[in-house]
Structures are given as structure tokens and as C-alpha cells.
């Protein structure tokens, strides 16, 4: 039986799955793969619950009910360290603990870098680490002590197929196209159907399916550093201001509340229903692609075949179609939801898992 | 650096790919991986090419060239040994060695076994040494030093998302459906397109789309095979006699020669009309479908909507649909070619590299 202790960062929805996944899979992995994880920090934006001897499943669940109620770690009674994320790192940390990055923050990058120098392994659901300077990514990706499926796709197994199925084969990829936004998948399906951008904006908006500031969605930012991600993974040496974004609105719309930002859309119906319309006289409909190739990535509104993978694709879900040597006359296709919660905490408890098996 | 001996079973069409493979990605693994793979042997059926000190790149090109002429290796000026399989792996072998089973024979098993005791890694192409008894797949698998990704969909990596994606993060799979032969998803395409049953049979087996005798494809074992490996991979007590196999032909068309089942099958065709008539009446299409559920798997022509994965799927590639937990609402779904030797050798080479990288 091997002991991985787990540095988690972040305990919000994502966070809160990935340590219920973990208490829940306890009797598999002993059974099934020896190995038992052992959370030894659980760190939110302030400090940490630590333990060196391992939180009991039973705090576990008293943190997580907690959490559930609306309060912070800090107000737990679990005895909860002020410390900053480098120290926390220090003290928690052994040569095989896992650090598991959820947040959605800059912030992390000094702490992962520590723990991959420490000899630790880190999984990442959190992007931003991957999207900065490419150096980082060098790197962090470098140590092959990293992994970040949940970063690309949630738990679709995009990261794991691009390195492990098609580059370790020594595949060549020529280009890869993708839609890797839920939001905008509900909102290019609805176009589809005719229905008006505002009124799609509106009631995604209003069910909770964007951002407070439905612009970070339909800005494509969160798109661009996927594509950033793949490209990278490539080898690529692309920066995210490489990436050719098209948002989804005007510049001019950029400014300004989310109210403002709400009323004013209602301009933006006509030019998207024609552009519905001229693209199905084509037999064409409209989906927000993220594309790669020939070391550029570009992301947008883009007019693609009704009858191929990305113009069948309906709702929600995520689809990345490679075309490389061996998949040249269709494509290797991945399709699933790529977005929530549990879909992305069981990308990140299955890359936690890879790293432990390589560990034993 | 560390290097990792291969000893290959098999040298036909997708032998020799893989061997083309790892020489063509040899750069790629040293610099990329810090890995360098050297062939210490190379069998056929009748003996070996051995070297422990590793067969050189100008030698196995020479092989190669050799036997695309249609000579067997033991015709080779490279010292070829008569001895049996078990002798090769025992004067091939060390422990850090990967014993590749590329061959479509049972008679292989012995010889992984006994690598698998010496501590050796396995992978396999072959399906036969999993479709055998239960035991000797739990006996195998059980090892952790088994990889048989090129088993089901050739290089599409539906072993390794069943495994590593889903069953790793503790997903719960419920329903897994696919299409896993090219050969009878050309038949059902061309069924739906108004061909007759005859005449595809007939294109396909003159093309060498199907086994010289059609019959191996159209009786559905290939596909019951890779559905009980599939059912075997979830945990699942499956032996091949439980697979309930629908062949496409009935009984009586099972004697006789090739010509009398090529002369024979013009019968069949009214009644395959009148099933893909009766499919369009409910908005549904024939695919030859694996399923697996409730730990029972079968194999058989089902009627599936026209609108949903399997449905839209054209022409010869696989596709898989994983019906999980977390992929509840639309499943998890893979597609690409899933035969052919490029493919499958893209698979076995993914799984040799991946072994060899936990070894490192």
C-alpha cells in the first residue's frame, strides 16, 4: 500500500467534488490499486486546515458540511493555519504528496513551482498557471511531474488523448478544431433554432449559466486559453496574445455594467440572424471554434458544415475533432460535457491517480 | 536515459508497422522522453531474430525490406534461431523488457505468462490471450504491467478512457454502446443508402475489406471479442459463450464453401431491405452494435435513432458511447478509424511508451 499525501488548493464547487470523489473512491483504491490518499492541507484563499498525520475522512465531511453551509475554513473549528500558500506547501508537504490546484487564480504558480522542485506532483484544473508566460509552462510540464486534463474538456479525456494516444505514438497532428465552451454551445444551438441573441444571453445569464458578467464568456477569453493549452501541449511556443480571439460582442459593449451591457444586446439580434440565415443557405450553421493549426490558434464564430462532427454537435457538450496522420480521412473525435463540476473533479481524480500509479 | 529491450511476436502488416514506428520516433523518444527502445528480438512463427545487445536500425530496415519482398525471417542472413517462444523470451528477456504480442493466435499465451512472472510488461494487439478464460485476463491484467489498448477501436483510446478517465476517478459506468467494426459499418451504411445486402458483401469481400472468408466478419465474433474485454475491463465476470452474438447470416448459410455463401446470400437481401425499411418508418438506422449493461454484453444489428451518436456514425469508423454518472445527461463518446495497421500500431506504441514512462 502506497500513501499519497494531497495538498489541496481551493474548496470551492470543483474543490468540494474532488474531496468527496476521493472520501468516496477510499475502498477502491485500496483494494483495487493499493494506494491510499491521505489529505494532509486543504487551503482556501487565507490559509489551511493542516494535518501531517492526514485529515480523518470524518473532518473531511465536517469541512465539507461546513463549506456547504456558506462558511469559510477559516471559521471551522478544525485548527485552521494562517499561513501563506509557500509556507503551507513547506509544512504539509513529503517527496510524494500531490498538489491539486482548483482555483481559478494566478496566485498558485510560486506554490506549484516550490512543490515541483520539492520533487512533489501537481494536477491543475486551474488554467491560468498554463496560460502565462511560457516559461512556466516549460517548466511546470517539464517536471513530467504535472498533469492538467481538467483544464481542457473537464474529465473528457482531451489532455490524456492529445499526449498519451497521439503524441507518444508519434502521430502528427496537422489540426485540431474544437468547441470548448458549454455556454456557447447553448447559445450557437439556440441561434440554430432561431431563437433571438439577446433572449439566449438573457436566459442563460439569468439560469446561472455564464458568469456574473456574461462578457467573460462571450469574450471567448476562457476559449483562448484552452486553445493556448492545446497549442502549447503541441509544442507550440505560443503566448496568449498570439491567440486571434473573436468575442461574441462589439468593442463598444465592452464598456460599461452588466446592465448596460444586457439592454444594449437586443442590437446585436438582427446581425446574428443573419448570419444564422446566410450560413444555413450554405448548409453550414454557426459554432464558436477554437482552431489549431500551422502553430497559430484562432477563436470564434466560424461557419462550419452542418453534416460534420462540429455542425452535428447540439447544447452543451464539448467536441475536439484531430485530424493528424493516422486519423486523416475522419477524425479522432472526443464528445461529452465539458464543463461542471463533477466532470471536472473526476479529471482531476484521474489525473491524481495516473501520478500515483507512476509513483509505485 | 533508460533503455527498454522490445521482444515482438508477430511480423505482419501491423508488426511491421509498429517496428517502423518505434524507428521513425526514435529521436523523438530519446530527446522528448529520455526513453531509447532496442529490439532484442523479433519472432515469427517459427522462431526468432536475437539479439541481446539489440538489433540494429539498418538491421530491422533490413528485415523489413525482407519481408515486404514475402520472405519469412528465418530466410534472413540476420542469425535467426528455431527455438519456441518460451526459450526466446527466457534468452531475450530482462526485467525491464516489453514483450509485444502483435500475432491473432492463442498460442501466444505461455510465452506472456512467463514474461509477466519474469516481471516483464506486456502489450498486446492480440486479442485472443484476453477473450480466453476469465483467469488468465484477471491474471494478466491483475499484473499492472498489461496494456492492450489496440484491442478494441485500434488506436483510439477507448481501453485507456474506460480505464484511466472514467473507472480511475471513480466514475460509475452504467451503459457502455459502439460500433466496432469498419467492415460492418461500410455494410450498414450501405444498407441505409438502398444497397442490397448481396452486393455489399460481395464489393466488400472483392475490395479485401473483409476476411477472405467474409464470413469471420458477418458472424460477429471479432465484435463479440472486443466486447468481452470491454465487459472483463469493468470488473465484470463475463466468458465468451455469455456474449449473445447475432450473426448476419442464419445458421444453415454457416456450411459450405466461400462461393456457395457468395452464391447463397442474394436470399438475405429482401429481408435486409424490409428491416432498414421498417428502421426509417420509426426515424431509426441498422448499426452492428455492441452493448454492455447489467453485466451482460451483446452483440447484434439493432435499430438505433437516426438522431444520436451511433446513428449519425458513417462509413467504417468505430465509435463508443460511455453512459456514466458523470456522462448522464449525453454520454461520453470516442470516434475514429479503428482498424487498419497504422492505427493499431498507433495503439501499441502509445501503450509501450506508456509503460516504459512508469518505469522510469
Same mark, same amino acid.
Given at each position: 500500500?502506497?500513501?499519497?499525501?494531497?495538498?489541496?488548493?481551493?474548496?470551492?464547487?470543483?474543490?468540494?467534488?474532488?474531496?468527496?470523489?476521493?472520501?468516496?473512491?477510499?475502498?477502491?483504491?485500496?483494494?483495487?490499486?493499493?494506494?491510499?490518499?491521505?489529505?494532509? $492541507? *486543504?487551503?482556501? @484563499?487565507?490559509?489551511? !486546515?493542516?494535518?501531517?498525520? &492526514?485529515?480523518?475522512? #470524518? %473532518? +473531511?465531511?465536517? /469541512?465539507?458540511?461546513?463549506?456547504?453551509?456558506?462558511?469559510?475554513?477559516?471559521?471551522?473549528?478544525?485548527?485552521?493555519?494562517?499561513?501563506?500558500?509557500?509556507?503551507?506547501?513547506?509544512?504539509?508537504?513529503?517527496?510524494?504528496?500531490?498538489?491539486?490546484?482548483?482555483?481559478?487564480?494566478?496566485?498558485?504558480?510560486?506554490?506549484?513551482?516550490?512543490?515541483?522542485?520539492?520533487?512533489?506532483?501537481?494536477?491543475?484544473?486551474?488554467?491560468?498557471?498554463?496560460?502565462?508566460?511560457?516559461?512556466?509552462?516549460?517548466?511546470?510540464?517539464?517536471?513530467?511531474?504535472?498533469?492538467?486534463?481538467?483544464?481542457?474538456?473537464?474529465?473528457?479525456?482531451?489532455?490524456?488523448?492529445?499526449?498519451? $494516444? *497521439?503524441?507518444? @505514438?508519434?502521430?502528427? !497532428?496537422?489540426?485540431?478544431? &474544437?468547441?470548448?465552451? #458549454? %455556454? +456557447?454551445?447553448? /447559445?450557437?444551438?439556440?441561434?440554430?433554432?432561431?431563437?433571438?441573441?439577446?433572449?439566449?444571453?438573457?436566459?442563460?445569464?439569468?439560469?446561472?449559466?455564464?458568469?456574473?458578467?456574461?462578457?467573460?464568456?462571450?469574450?471567448?477569453?476562457?476559449?483562448?486559453?484552452?486553445?493556448?493549452?492545446?497549442?502549447?501541449?503541441?509544442?507550440?511556443?505560443?503566448?496568449?496574445?498570439?491567440?486571434?480571439?473573436?468575442?461574441?460582442?462589439?468593442?463598444?459593449?465592452?464598456?460599461?455594467?452588466?446592465?448596460?451591457?444586457?439592454?444594449?444586446?437586443?442590437?446585436?439580434?438582427?446581425?446574428?440572424?443573419?448570419?444564422?440565415?446566410?450560413?444555413?443557405?450554405?448548409?453550414?450553421?454557426?459554432?464558436?471554434?477554437?482552431?489549431?493549426?500551422?502553430?497559430?490558434?484562432?477563436?470564434?464564430?466560424?461557419?462550419?458544415?452542418?453534416?460534420?462532427?462540429?455542425?452535428?454537435?447540439?447544447?452543451?457538450?464539448?467536441?475536439?475533432?484531430?485530424?493528424?496522420?493516422?486519423?486523416?480521412?475522419?477524425?479522432?473525435?472526443?464528445?461529452?460535457?465539458?464543463?461542471?463540476?463533477?466532470?471536472?473533479?473526476?479529471?482531476?481524480?484521474?489525473?491524481?491517480?495516473?501520478?500515483?500509479?507512476?509513483?509505485?
Amino acid at each position: 500500500m502506497l500513501t499519497i499525501p494531497l495538498i489541496q488548493i481551493g474548496f470551492g464547487g470543483v474543490g468540494r467534488a474532488v474531496v468527496e470523489r476521493v472520501l468516496d473512491a477510499r475502498d477502491e483504491f485500496e483494494w483495487r490499486m493499493g494506494l491510499e490518499f491521505e489529505y494532509v $492541507a *486543504l487551503c482556501d @484563499s487565507a490559509g489551511a !486546515v493542516i494535518d501531517q498525520n &492526514g485529515l480523518s475522512p #470524518g %473532518t +473531511l465531511r465536517r /469541512l465539507l458540511e461546513h463549506k456547504r453551509q456558506g462558511r469559510s475554513l477559516a471559521e471551522s473549528e478544525v485548527g485552521y493555519r494562517h499561513e501563506g500558500l509557500l509556507d503551507i506547501v513547506d509544512l504539509a508537504g513529503s517527496p510524494e504528496a500531490i498538489v491539486i490546484d482548483v482555483t481559478a487564480s494566478d496566485d498558485t504558480v510560486p506554490a506549484l513551482q516550490l512543490a515541483l522542485d520539492r520533487g512533489y506532483a501537481v494536477v491543475l484544473a486551474n488554467k491560468k498557471p498554463l496560460a502565462g508566460p511560457i516559461e512556466v509552462f516549460r517548466e511546470f510540464t517539464g517536471s513530467g511531474r504535472l498533469r492538467y486534463e481538467a483544464t481542457v474538456g473537464a474529465g473528457v479525456p482531451v489532455i490524456a488523448t492529445l499526449q498519451e $494516444a *497521439l503524441l507518444a @505514438s508519434h502521430d502528427t !497532428v496537422h489540426h485540431i478544431e &474544437g468547441c470548448f465552451s #458549454g %455556454t +456557447l454551445g447553448y /447559445l450557437t444551438t439556440g441561434l440554430e433554432q432561431g431563437v433571438a441573441f439577446s433572449q439566449l444571453v438573457g436566459q442563460a445569464h439569468a439560469m446561472g449559466y455564464t458568469e456574473p458578467d456574461p462578457r467573460d464568456d462571450l469574450g471567448g477569453m476562457d476559449v483562448a486559453r484552452k486553445a493556448l493549452i492545446l497549442g502549447r501541449t503541441l509544442g507550440w511556443p505560443l503566448e496568449l496574445e498570439h491567440v486571434e480571439v473573436e468575442p461574441l460582442y462589439p468593442a463598444e459593449l465592452g464598456e460599461g455594467s452588466v446592465e448596460d451591457f444586457m439592454n444594449a444586446i437586443e442590437t446585436l439580434d438582427e446581425s446574428y440572424r443573419q448570419r444564422v440565415q446566410a450560413a444555413r443557405e450554405q448548409g453550414s450553421v454557426l459554432r464558436y471554434v477554437a482552431s489549431l493549426q500551422g502553430s497559430e490558434a484562432r477563436v470564434g464564430l466560424q461557419t462550419v458544415p452542418q453534416d460534420s462532427p462540429l455542425g452535428r454537435l447540439q447544447g452543451t457538450d464539448n467536441l475536439i475533432t484531430f485530424h493528424t496522420e493516422v486519423y486523416n480521412e475522419t477524425p479522432l473525435v472526443l464528445q461529452g460535457r465539458g464543463a461542471g463540476v463533477h466532470g471536472t473533479a473526476a479529471g482531476v481524480v484521474a489525473d491524481i491517480v495516473a501520478l500515483a500509479r507512476c509513483r509505485k
